[in-house]
């Protein structure tokens, strides 16, 4: 049974950093490239992050670029999502996913920026 579950979300100030984590089990986590996904409020869900198989290389989309980094332990069987210099456009539940479409994901962990 495939099982992700992210954690390390909460409520933040603009401008720090936080770390999310995903956890797996039920699949072969080396053989799958690994997404990290987010719903802001009210808004659709969106791709955030992407990382290889190997974790050598990764990209995330523009709005996060340089300021997000994505990492994997594939001994561990985990995903991680270092997030810096996070604003208010930065709160929303985030997700980790197997596939690229995000279907195959965790319950989700929020992640709430505010002053």
């Known amino acids: 049974q495939v099982q992700l579950v992210e954690s390390g979300g909460g409520p933040v100030q603009p401008g720090t950093s936080l770390k999310l984590s995903c956890s797996t089990s039920g699949f072969i986590f080396n053989a799958y490239a690994m997404y990290w996904f987010r719903q802001p409020p009210g808004k659709e869900m969106e791709w955030v992050c992407t990382i290889t198989t190997v974790g050598d290389s990764a990209w995330c989309v523009d709005s996060v670029e340089g300021r997000f980094t994505v990492s994997r332990d594939n001994a561990a069987k985990t995903l991680a999502l270092q997030m810096n210099h996070l604003t208010s456009d930065d709160s929303a539940v985030y997700y980790c996913?197997?596939?690229?479409?995000?279907?195959?994901r965790g319950p989700g962990t929020q992640v709430t920026v505010s002053s």
């Open positions: 996913s197997k596939d690229r479409a995000g279907a195959a």
